[in-house]
């Protein structure tokens, strides 16, 4: 109320006074102002002046007839957007009546550039209260994680993308159920509350520059092997992995990020702490895959997805797929729509003292540890009591990283210590933002002696986890007498308000603080958040509704609702994310609680309403959200790795339309305009070693018709490998049926038979389906029809017409079903031999030109490397074979001994704007070591990358 009349009192005053910004245009749309043309995204230079009841935009030029100005009423805006990162404000206007022959009028938008918008906010606001017109003040919108003085509604912001995947896909709903619950049962189950392994990590990480972990077990590799013991610990850092046999101090192990081919984690899905999961680390020098055992999986992985992404960045390579720690952003999202993120911004990484000056040892400072300031609107950083230091000397542990670990220092007011409410003292404090291996922290010290660079022990007086953050309010209105220059950083734990000295470093820190949050966006606090609530309505009737001992644990994948009660104990409900439905705040009786209706089952259908009363309702409804947010954003990154479940099967139906091979192919576009001298197009192409008999070479089946042996299940593999190298060939037996194929491409279409054989000379096949399933939109097919029996020693025939869509690492695969006698039904599924290099077509290079095109790939995402480990020696010759008929890639003649280079152009269906079908350029080479293959792809286009890579590893492999 008090802060409500001060915004009275100020508009009244304000209303006597003009106020004009130096300013740009950068967006003009609409009639309003139509004196100014029609552009986007550009800079214009403006004169913004603000009056009692308008808002003047004025470009000037030293023409004075090219000089051009517009005069908007505030009574005409209808809606205003704020980039506080950016400095831009948006305005919506009204429509004017529509003109002639128009269906209706049509609203104009203006997105300007202003130096301090948190000051023209402010501004703004108190214009819209003066007004005398009756008019109600317009909705404000935000950009990012910033927000009124209210909190943004649930899901109402879009987060920023740090992947290459367009937002908004996500896996299905099945399958992000699924994953939650095995990562929060298992190698993710939350830590309990202040328990944190994250905090620790961070601390050793800013301490150190490093982090170390317990080895609990160590093979693949018998040198490593036989130095390990119980005392063993691995210690990650920016340029390599260490095996340190006998604890930190002993002489390390090394592995160098450089001799890394790759590294995948080993998640058994046990708890932590067991010793169970580890990691896999394939090395570039040698073909033994080294495998080391670690306690806590999840911190392991985090730890090394930071460093090694830092070091494949800097290397200019793409980060690991599926990881959520170290990665840059990739786009974010403005006034105008989602936009390419630009590089991180630079803070200060000097130390200075509170004059704002850097400081050096042995001088003298002042350092603010007993400060404390009256809170004013004018306060004077300067102001408060002090003493002078001699600086000591830096800590030189620290020094080596400290450039590393900092993103921003300098000093800011908190709030806090002795009083209540606007009793409370505002305390001067120095702020260090870091960047850590577990994400952000904003950690503050009563002055800059306590930080690491002068301090060996942890002297922090509190540490912001900024993964936690869920918005931040500039220009803080909590109350009347908040110091100018103040923002609110408001966590799912706490809120803070700190000030800066100026508007300009108030913005600085709002710059790195907001960037801070958006590259954490996929980072996930380890701990439960507890909430002790009263189960007032409860339709399982497991909890207690008369006291407060239910439990609400919020984490990172789940909510866990349980009765630590000696009667109730073991009683609980656990919900993943994906089964929340809805939720909202309820008063019973004039006591605050939360509604939640969550989906029972995996059917998504039967639902249950729960209220749960807390005077926590608001924290934990915000909690719930928080968490919610960041689920769907590891999701997101998730599809880089997922391979998704199939939502729903689609039976076969029959073709409608003409083969696809009578219509000739439309002109194609090719995204490297590098590779305009494509060959032709080939013909149909069958292999030479596909006789009449599409079965013939499918020795090694059985008469066994009950479920399919490991034998029969290893027989499908090799003919599986075979049908692609041989354009067709028996793919599956169970003794009761065969089934065969044959493969048939020209550019991006193709048409594959499918052949089907009862073996029997006595039974019929009965109810015989089959189902084609795709689940990544690799293909667009056609099926023709297929009969439902099948007589004794039949054989019958089915065309499905193909088209490739896009890259993909996952091909399709097709399950068959049917009856034999009176017998139950049978029901099998396998992979075809339907790859993404199927539709390549070679393309012809000469070295010196293959050279020349492989440097050009260098982009962010453009490289994909994989190692792939054979059974037994594979000899260049046979890796070439594999190389040019199943990848169908043009060898380039003069690579080096033991290697393979080659380029192809992958067809593909999909369009582009002007509706020439898109080809996609490609480059590999493949190295050849013993059983060790090393493949390393480019491509334009990271997903397509990806993709590629993951193909010819699953092609390669035995």
């Known amino acids: ?173 099945s399958q992000m ?30 301490f150190e520059g490093h982090n170390t972990f317990p080895i609990t077990n160590i093979r693949g590799d018998q040198t490593f092997f036989d130095k390990w013991t119980r005392q063993s610990v691995l210690v990650i850092t920016e340029e390599k992995l260490e095996v340190r046999p006998r604890g930190v101090t002993s002489e390390p192990m090394e592995v160098l990020f ?37 306690k806590f999986l999840r911190d392991v992985k985090h730890t090394l997805e930071f460093f090694w992404n830092k070091h494949q960045i800097s290397e200019g390579r793409p980060v690991m797929p599926g990881s959520t720690h170290g990665r840059p952003l990739e786009t974010v999202y403005t006034l105008s729509g989602e936009e390419p993120a630009g590089p991180s911004p630079e803070g200060s990484q000097d130390i200075v003292d509170m004059d704002g000056i850097v ?16 809170a004013h609107k004018h306060v004077s950083l300067g ?79 509190n540490v912001i986890d900024m993964s936690k953050a869920v918005f931040i309010r500039p220009g803080s209105t909590k109350h009347a007498d908040t110091p100018a220059h103040s923002f609110d950083l408001v966590t799912i734990e706490r809120e803070f308000t700190l000030c800066a000295e100026t508007q300009e470093n108030a913005h600085k820190w709002l710059h790195m603080l907001t960037r801070a949050v958006d590259e954490d966006v996929a980072i996930l606090p380890d701990e439960d958040l507890l909430f002790k609530v009263k189960a007032k309505v409860d339709p399982l009737a497991i909890f207690n509704p008369m006291d407060y001992n239910t439990h609400v644990m919020v984490s990172a994948n789940c909510v866990n609702v349980s009765s630590p009660t000696s009667e109730m104990q073991g009683k609980r409900c656990s919900w993943i994310y994906t089964d929340f439905y809805k939720w909202s705040l309820i008063s019973e009786k004039n006591k605050l609680a939360l509604m939640i209706s969550v989906f029972s089952d995996e059917t998504f259908k039967r639902r249950l309403e729960f209220h749960f009363r807390t005077k926590e309702a608001v924290r934990l409804a915000t909690a719930i959200e928080f968490f919610i947010e960041k689920f769907m954003s590891v999701m997101h990154i998730m599809l880089e790795v997922l391979e998704p479940l199939p939502e729903k099967e689609v039976e076969v139906k029959p073709a409608s339309k003409t083969p696809v091979e009578q219509a000739p192919p439309p002109p194609e576009s090719n995204l490297l305009d590098f590779m305009s001298d494509e060959p032709p197009v080939p013909s149909v192409t069958t292999s030479s070693t596909f006789s009449d008999d599409p079965f013939g070479g499918g020795g090694g089946s059985t008469n066994n018709i009950d479920a399919l042996s490991e034998g029969q299940i290893a027989q499908h593999k090799v003919w599986l490998q075979a049908a692609r190298l041989n354009g067709g060939g028996p793919l ?45 939109g690799f293909l667009r097919s056609q099926a023709g029809p297929l009969p439902s029996s099948l007589a004794p020693g039949e054989q019958v025939e089915q065309q499905v017409m193909i088209e490739c869509m896009k890259p993909s690492d996952v091909s399709p695969s097709l399950t068959v079903s049917y009856k034999e006698r009176d017998g139950p039904l049978r029901k099998n599924s396998f992979e075809l031999p339907l790859h993404m290099t199927l539709f390549n077509d070679p393309l012809p290079l000469s070295s010196e030109d293959f050279q020349k095109r492989w440097q050009m790939l260098t982009g962010p995402g453009q490289e994909g490397s994989v190692c792939v480990i054979k059974m037994s020696t594979l000899s260049v ?68 990358t990806t993709a590629l890579a993951t193909s010819v590893k699953h092609i390669f492999s035995d």
């Open 359 to 374: 400081v050096k040892p042995g001088q003298m400072v002042k350092v603010g540890n007993r400060t404390e300031i009256k």
């Open 1 to 173: 109320m008090d802060s409500e009349k001060a915004d009275a009192a100020a508009a009244k005053q304000l209303a006597h006074f003009d106020h004009s910004y130096k300013a740009y245009l950068h967006t003009v749309t609409g009639p309003a102002l139509s004196t100014f043309g029609q552009f986007k995204k550009e800079k214009k230079d403006i004169n913004l002046n603000c009056t009692t009841e308008t808002f003047e935009i004025e470009m000037d030029a030293l023409a004075l007839a090219d000089r051009k100005k517009a005069t908007l009423a505030y009574s005409q805006i209808t809606e205003v957007g704020f980039d506080h990162d950016r400095c831009e404000v948006k305005f919506t206007m009204a429509p004017n009546t529509p003109s002639p022959g128009a269906d209706k009028a049509e609203s104009s938008t203006v997105i300007m550039g202003i130096p301090s918008t948190v000051e023209f906010e402010h501004e703004i606001k108190l214009r819209f209260t003066h007004q005398t017109s009756g008019m109600k003040a317009p909705p404000v919108t935000y950009v990012g994680m910033f927000a009124g003085s209210t909190k943004p509604k649930p899901f109402q912001r879009k987060r920023p993308n740090i992947s290459t995947i367009p937002t908004g896909k996500l896996p299905p709903l």
């Open 732 to 776: 599956y037996d169970d003794g009761a049926v065969q089934i065969a194929c044959k493969t048939e491409v020209r550019g991006s279409q193709g048409r594959f038979t499918l052949f089907y054989r009862n073996k029997s000379s006595v039974h019929s096949v009965e109810n015989l389906t089959s189902v084609f399933s795709d689940t990544l």
């Open 383 to 461: 102001a408060p009591t002090h003493e002078m230091v001699k600086l000591p000397h830096e800590n030189k542990a620290v020094k080596e990283h400290w450039r590393h670990v900092v993103k921003h220092q300098g000093w800011l007011l908190k709030q806090g210590g002795i009083g209540i409410g606007t009793a409370k003292k505002w305390q001067k404090r120095y702020f260090v933002l870091y960047s850590t291996s577990q994400g952000h922290f904003l950690v503050y010290y009563s002055d800059m002696l306590a930080c690491p660079m002068y301090s060996e022990a942890q002297e922090q007086r």
């Open 877 to 944: 010759e046979d890796a070439a074979q594999i190389f040019e008929k199943i990848l169908k890639f043009s060898r380039v003649q003069g690579a080096p001994t033991n290697c393979l280079q080659g380029a192809a152009s992958l067809r593909t269906g999909a369009t582009n704007p002007t509706g020439d079908k898109i080809t996609l350029g490609c480059l590999m080479m493949v190295e050849i070591s013993g059983v060790t293959l090393n493949v390393t792809c480019r491509t334009v286009h990271a997903a397509a």
């Open 177 to 206: 159920r699924e994953t939650a619950f095995s990562r929060h049962l298992g190698a993710y189950k939350p830590c309990p509350p202040g328990e944190s392994r994250r905090l620790d990590l961070a601390m050793q990480h800013i």
């Open 258 to 294: 450089d001799d890394v081919s790759s590294w995948d984690p080993h998640d058994t899905g046990a708890a932590p702490g067991n010793g169970e999961c580890g990691i896999y680390v394939s090395r570039k020098s040698t073909d033994k895959r080294l495998y080391i055992g670690v």
